[in-house]
């Protein structure tokens, strides 16, 4: 082994070999795309759909090319035999099929992760290799056989060093979005990824330990090693918040990953939004599992006997609807065990049934055909016995039932008789409300007990009719053409004869409530109710699940606190693992640990052990007298942060923290501070960023759940706590407050303040 800068010449031939290679398998990739586009619409229909199939297949192959550009090259492995393994993002082999890159996801790149000193196989080496671009600027060897003639080689050429690619990415400024962790995964983060993907797999974590990275890598690890499986059924992220959602946008894509659905618990029903949001108490009511029953209640209340049922006239026969007939024809209808609106279509027909009967008894004759059709016509098209069957089972959408149920408090204490008075009264709202988040899993489970409006229904059945027979259609255009290579399926077919030839699984699931999901991703999982559980677990019935959180985070009231209590109902005892993070990747110490002893303190349970950097002035203090002081110096100390840290190229975020008490006031000096500490172009082109990619933000602490900063302020911590629902759920607030910089966390606050709470 020679000089450094020998070592970045050599991997710089091996990196661009590469990149030659990525740029090679593109043009070809773009070739055929044009090639089969330049066909047109040219030839038969099954030629012209074959075509289609294709070009979907390069199109998404070059999109899967294109995002896997950044830091393509990031390890190497070397063997006791001299053998080289380059680790970069997707595999890569020559023309001749010999490798030139081994996508981390195989078994064969699993050392790179984890191999130590003690337990390293066959490898004597791990490099790793620092890209700007295309450039190779940097590499550092790790020696794991201390016995190896590498330890000397690594040591004179200046590469021998250990953590420096982990510190040196964790020191860089944020961005706004999350970044992949692929070339510096920790050993206990690869055991995660890589574990089974027919358990739930539970991860615990304190912040910044990486969670949601090891979440959003594990996604893509089992959508490699399980592609046939995952690729049809889909694989659903679900995070607390659409910023959060934003934040992590990118991830997936840089692993060579598309087609994941990301949404939030309010969002996840199609064609629905809920934006207004309840009460914590509210919503810890709505969160409680016996909702379900509620909901329930609230369905069968509406199958039931009418008061008065008709008699109506037919040739002046008197056929009447009789009370016995009605609890029948009910019975009939929920032995079927369909949804409340299909079984209607049972019940219609058996009480239609019974009154034709009724009709035939009074005859002194046999009727004909024509006779009885006419009958029964007469009593369908008859008002008084369709609004009879309206009341003994009335079809319903949704969000009606709900809307009526919690805007009527004597049917919201009928349906859910456990609710105290206080109880109802926080639930009860004005009829229209709009939904908030706390409703949708109520939705959700009102759907699933109801199924799809009538009309909706009606409309579905045609479409699944026409489309069985478009599958029949393309299973025989294929046998008759001799297309059997795998290629082309049926199904494929199908989607060019339906004009959706650039839909993909996500844009499917997205739009059908019914999907089943072949893997669910849960962040924040710990902010979870058991009736949001439900809503998840009717998604993904194999029960396959990564489940990340904190329960020292948790501010909701209704949830989890204890991962065996919420777990062993949803899975079982024995069905799921729990692992646990320990290492703070993202603060300083000095901030670890005095959000952490702030948190044991106030009697949360703490899993982080200890941060892996130190930064000297990483905590700031700041008094003042009042009230009146307070927002000037919280954004004198936020502006300082933003000429620090906030970089015109779009890097570097400082978040204030606040009571929401104190936000709107906060936003608008902030505005000012910027200006005078930037100057006017400075802070004009800041105030015109997205919320949700705002290099300077000021928010109350639910909406920077989940997201990172380079410097945070702090204001007033004493008064968030006050604002909080309960005591547990002000310490998780303010441990949360505390944990989101990577560089510097700077406390403004009134010492009447100070004497409210110690931090």
Not at 118 to 144: K, N, Q
Not at 577 to 594: F, G, K
Not at 603 to 618: E, F, M, N, Q, W
Request: with cysteine; proline share 4%; charged share 30%.
């Amino acid at each position: 082994m020679s000089s450094y800068a020998s070592q970045l010449e050599e991997e710089q031939r091996a990196v661009s070999r590469a990149y030659d290679r990525l740029d090679a398998l593109r043009a070809e990739a773009r070739e055929r795309l044009d090639t089969v586009r330049a066909a047109g619409s040219h030839g038969s229909p099954t030629q012209r759909t074959e075509r289609d199939s294709f070009a979907t297949m390069y199109e998404d192959r070059l999109a899967q090319l294109r995002a896997v550009e950044d830091r393509l090259v990031f390890g190497r492995l070397d063997d006791v035999a001299g053998k080289r393994r380059y680790i970069g993002r997707i595999g890569l082999t020559n023309s001749e099929h010999r490798p030139i890159l081994t996508d981390w996801r195989a078994e064969a790149a699993r050392p790179f992760y984890e191999a130590t000193p003690s337990h390293h196989g066959d490898i004597v080496m791990r490099r790793h290799i620092t890209l700007s671009f295309r450039d190779v600027v940097a590499v550092e060897d790790e020696v794991l056989d201390v016995h190896s003639d590498q330890v000397g080689e690594a040591s004179r050429s200046g590469t021998l060093t250990g953590e420096g690619a982990l510190l040196a990415s964790l020191s860089s400024r944020r961005t706004g979005k999350m970044t992949d962790i692929v070339a510096t995964i920790q050993a206990e983060q690869d055991h995660i990824i890589r574990s089974e993907m027919g358990r739930a797999v539970v991860v615990q974590g304190g912040p910044g330990t990486g969670k949601t990275a090891v979440a959003l890598h594990r996604a893509a690890y089992l959508l490699y090693t399980h592609r046939r499986t995952l690729e049809r059924a889909g694989v659903l992220v679900v995070g607390p918040s659409s910023a959060f959602l934003h934040y992590i946008d990118q991830v997936l894509p840089s692993l060579g990953e598309t087609g994941v659905v990301s949404r939030t618990i309010a969002d996840l029903i199609p064609g629905v939004s809920a934006a207004a949001v309840d009460s914590p108490r509210a919503a810890q009511l709505k969160g409680d599992h016996r909702m379900a029953t509620a909901i329930r209640n609230a369905v069968t209340a509406r199958q039931r006997v009418p008061r008065d049922l008709p008699t109506v006239q037919i040739s002046g026969i008197p056929v009447p609807m009789l009370a016995v007939d009605v609890e029948q024809a009910l019975a009939d209808a929920r032995r079927t065990r369909q949804p409340h609106n299909k079984a209607r279509e049972t019940f219609v027909k058996s009480m239609i049934s019974a009154m034709r009967v009724r009709y035939e008894e009074q005859l002194d004759y046999t009727p004909d055909q024509d006779e009885i059709n006419r009958a029964v016509s007469l009593l369908r098209m008859n008002d008084k016995v369709r609004v009879a069957l309206n009341l003994a089972w009335l079809p319903m959408t949704g969000p009606w039932l709900l809307d009526d149920m919690l805007s009527k408090p004597a049917k919201l204490r009928r349906y859910a008789p456990w609710l105290s008075d206080e109880d109802v009264a926080e639930l009860t709202r004005p009829k229209g409300s709009p939904l908030t988040r706390s409703d949708v899993p109520l939705l959700d489970e009102a759907l699933e007990l109801l199924g799809d409006d009538p009309k909706v229904a009606s409309k579905r059945r045609r479409e699944e009719a026409q489309q069985a027979e478009a599958l029949r259609f393309a299973q025989d255009t294929l046998a008759q053409n001799g297309i059997g290579n795998g290629l082309v399926t049926s199904q494929m077919l199908v989607d060019r004869i339906n004009g959706d030839d650039v839909e993909m699984t996500a844009q499917r699931a997205g739009r059908d409530r019914e999907w089943v999901y072949g893997h669910i991703v849960v962040d924040e999982a710990q902010e979870l109710t058991a009736m949001d559980w439900r809503m998840l677990m009717r998604r993904c019935p194999s029960r396959s699940f990564t489940i990340v959180g904190d329960v020292a985070q948790t501010s909701a009231l209704g949830g989890t606190r204890s991962w065996p209590k919420t777990m062993n109902r949803l899975f079982g005892r024995g069905n799921w693992d729990l692992n646990e993070l320990t290492i703070d990747y993202r603060n300083p110490q000095e901030v670890s640990d005095l959000a952490g002893r702030f948190a044991e303190g106030q009697g949360l349970y703490i899993s982080t052990v200890h941060a892996v950097r130190r930064i000297p002035d990483a905590v700031s203090r700041t008094t003042v007298a009042g009230r009146d002081e307070l927002v000037p110096a919280a954004c004198d100390d936020a502006a300082e942060l933003a000429a620090r840290f906030v970089a015109k190229d779009g890097s570097g975020r400082v978040a204030v923290i606040a009571p929401e008490s104190l936000v709107d006031e906060l936003r608008a000096a902030m505005a000012e501070a910027l200006r005078a500490k930037l100057g006017g172009d400075e802070a004009s082109r800041l105030a015109g960023q997205d919320p949700w990619d705002s290099q300077v933000t000021v928010s109350g602490t639910e909406e920077v759940k989940g997201l990172e900063y380079d410097a945070v302020v702090l204001v007033e911590p004493g008064l968030i706590d006050q604002e909080a629902p309960s005591r547990l759920v002000a310490a998780a607030d303010l441990y949360v407050a505390m944990t989101r910089p990577t560089q510097r966390l700077a406390i403004v606050r009134t010492a009447m303040d100070e004497k409210d709470l110690e931090l």
